[in-house]
């Protein structure tokens, strides 16, 4: 049985990531609104009643803001630490689950440890390092900078979901307040293009076959040249058989699937909207992994 994850909207309007083992269903973050969040749920074919679970990285809105309302429509429980629900913004979810940072919680089939990474919510942020039947995932979309915990953490994951926020170029030109830039490209802002190419040239493991790029700029970066970055890194490591995915805000992204060990080649069909990671990928010709025919646009409210 394969393990799933769909990012159902990446961005500063609204952060929603879907996990799926069996019949665990996790939202990583409802940053996208309660209506938003079922509506693209139900675009891959997932009842919203069917979400067993939520876990929250920190209370910043575009990862909150469909929670509360999520929470209670459909009796979802939301796990976050205690320092994001002391400042949690509302509105109050159905029932609260605990994550304290560096401690594994077994939510449904995932093992998910939260950890802190730099950014600069009023409580702490996390990232979370996820085991899974298929291989462990890392998942930090908001971080400053990348931490030697980050690292550690990631280096023996299959898959990471990293941001790659902006282009350091665009954002020096582009139309931001002085402060703005420098609150983003500062140690607990957003990582840039530049600073996930460094990570993927001088931290990233060996076993990583798939990076997710997530939270991107409308603003101040191009889906575009953060793929091209990320290539480019990878190429220049000698690495190219990494797949990369491009996120976006107005869209549900391919769903990226990782078999488990032992799982028959072939025994889940591919639809065109998932790319698959078999357990014992050959890496030498892995097929470009983004693939935009057969996507389905959603339409979102610009926020
Ligand atoms: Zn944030
Ligand atoms: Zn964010």
Known sequence: MPVLLTVLGSGSAGNATLLQHGESRVLIDVGLSCRETARRLGAIGVAPESVTAAVITHAHGDHTRGAGLFSRRYEVPVHATEATRSVWPGPEVWSWG??????????????ITPFEVSHDADAETVAFHVE????????????????????????????????????TDLLRVGPYAASTKARIAGERGHLSNEALARFVREDLGASVECLVLAHLSRVNNLPELAEMTCREALEASGRSDVRVVVTRQDRVTETVRLDARGARPGLAALSGRQIALPFQQPVAKAPRCTAPQGRRRTAEAPV
């Open 98 to 111: 605990r994550l304290e940072c560096d401690a594994p919680a077994d939510i449904g089939a995932f093992r």
């Open 132 to 167: 899974t039947a298929a291989g462990a995932i890392g998942f930090a979309t908001d971080v400053g900078v990348t931490t030697a915990a980050l690292r550690s953490r990631f280096r023996r994951c299959r898959l990471l979901v990293m941001e790659s926020n902006h282009a």
